[in-house]
């Protein structure tokens, strides 16, 4: 009993930091019909900045890192973004009134992986001092590039019965290159380079550094916004994809948490590492993801499945799964 | 300077498809488009222009392509039509309009 009174203690602290504050701002103001709106461009040069920034402390620090420590965890990421795809094409898009190629789109974006969740949960641990491998957010396109492979596969098998032909071979290589391309993945992999082979210490430390939370607090705050605006769409669609937006981002987030408690026995995957891998399985894609899946899975209804990440998913997996996650992880390994 | 009377289309559908929608329009033999921003409403709800679109793609552009020929005006708004409206949300139009260089209009002769 006392332990769980901890928990919940431990959970609330959670809640009162900025990121999340400004996520919620967002969302009252956009409920209010506030006015206020963050132009396009700036919003970009958040993302931008964010993942550069991301990318290039990652980069820094893998140059001193042992890299063999990091098969592991790239192979559970791997396991997840398939696994987290299938249990969605077996359970939501097999309900009544849910179309099953929004389903499987649905799923997709739910295994994909979401920047602005990840740069959530960095901030919340440097603030708490947690460490974690440098190479973690390394692990993102590893989750992110099989989860919407495997349901653009899944979306063409289910396609060609329906119609009976034979089905259209999957452009395994164009969905590769174009994740890369996006530009959440580019701005991170560059910085990962520039931070490997290069020595960009002193622009890190008087820039992206320092301009690090301030960024965040804007995006959080588009994002709330966008979060509101969007859950109109969601009245147009089947009730269950509310429930599995906010069931899901909990439940891959705990199986994740569990895969990486095995990892840290066995190979001794830090704590930290373990709370940002239940991050990044718990949360959905809510930039690169969507314009993918559109182009390879054009009958799909964009609003059921950007809805349900975007207005329940992303919120549910910052609001309520990233304290959960660092909370659990408090009570199993003593932070 | 004379005026001529040319063929003026316009295609307002979502960014993300602006490349194939653009390779079409070369493929029908136009010389060029314009491509702008555009936002308003239509049957699949409210699109804004100002606002920060977070998915990359989701926001809508206006396309304009002006030719010479009539036939080819037709061409590019009818296979636009076949090939997107069913999944992509797009309307297109076609308008009279005067153009002063003809030869900017004429159309490329495929080889």
């Known amino acids: 009993m006392e332990l769980a009174l901890e928990f919940f203690s431990r959970l609330l602290t959670q809640f009162q930091s900025p990121a999340l504050a400004f996520l919620m701002g967002g969302m009252l103001l956009a409920a209010c019909g506030s006015k206020l709106t963050i132009p396009d461009s700036i919003y970009r040069f958040c993302v931008f900045m964010l993942l550069m920034r991301i990318g290039l402390e990652g980069g820094m620090a893998i140059r001193e890192a042992d890299l063999s420590a990091m098969i592991l965890p790239a192979v559970i990421s791997i396991f997840l973004g398939c696994a987290i795809v299938i249990v969605g094409r077996l359970t939501l898009a097999r309900l009544p009134g849910v179309n099953t190629e929004d389903g499987i789109a649905t799923a997709g974006l739910f295994g994909a992986v979401s ?3 990840l740069a959530v949960a960095m901030a919340l641990l440097e603030e708490q001092d947690v460490f974690y491998e440098a190479w973690v957010p390394a692990l993102y396109p590893f989750m992110d590039i099989p989860a919407l492979i495997i349901a653009i596969l899944l979306a063409n098998i289910y396609l060609a019965k329906q119609k009976g032909s034979k089905r259209e071979k999957v452009q395994v290589k164009s969905i590769i290159t174009d994740s890369l391309r996006s530009a959440a993945l580019s701005a991170l992999l560059l910085g990962l380079l520039l931070g490997l082979l290069t020595h ?3 622009v890190f430390e008087s820039f992206y550094d320092p301009l690090f939370r301030g960024f965040l607090s804007v995006l959080m705050l588009t994002m709330g916004m966008e979060a509101w605006t969007r859950l109109s769409e969601m009245k147009r669609v ?3 994809y509310i429930v599995y937006g906010a069931i899901a981002p909990l439940m891959h987030g705990l199986l994740a948490f569990g895969l990486g408690y095995i990892a840290h026995e066995l190979t001794g995957f830090s704590p930290g590492g373990v709370i940002l891998l239940a991050v990044i399985a718990g949360s959905s894609s809510d930039i690169s993801g969507p314009p993918t899946l559109r182009a390879a899975i054009p009958s799909a209804n964009p609003s059921a499945y950007i809805g349900s990440s975007t207005s329940v998913g992303t919120p549910v997996a910052i609001v309520i799964g990233v304290p959960l996650y660092i909370a659990l ?3 199993v390994f003593g932070l | 300077m ?6 003026k289309v316009v295609i307002i559908t979502e ?4 490349d194939q929608v653009a390779h079409l329009i070369e493929n029908a033999g136009a010389r060029g488009y314009t491509v702008t921003p555009a936002g308003g409403k239509g049957s699949r709800g409210v699109r804004s222009t100002g606002r920060a679109a977070v998915i990359d793609g989701f926001s809508n552009v206006k396309i304009e392509v002006i030719t010479g020929s009539k036939e080819a005006a037709n061409r590019i708004a009818d296979e636009v039509t076949e090939r997107f409206f069913d999944h992509y949300s797009g309307i297109t139009y076609l308008e009279e309009v005067e153009i002063l260089r003809q030869d900017k209009f004429a ?4 080889s």
């Open chain 2, 107 to 110: 159309l490329l002769i495929q």
């Open chain 1, 238 to 240: 089947a009730h269950w």
């Open chain 2, 15 to 18: 960014q993300m498809i602006l």
């Open chain 1, 329 to 331: 992880a408090d009570a």
């Open chain 2, 2 to 7: 004379d005026h001529f009377k040319a063929t």
């Open chain 1, 200 to 202: 960009p210490e002193r």
């Open chain 1, 115 to 117: 920047a602005s969740t």
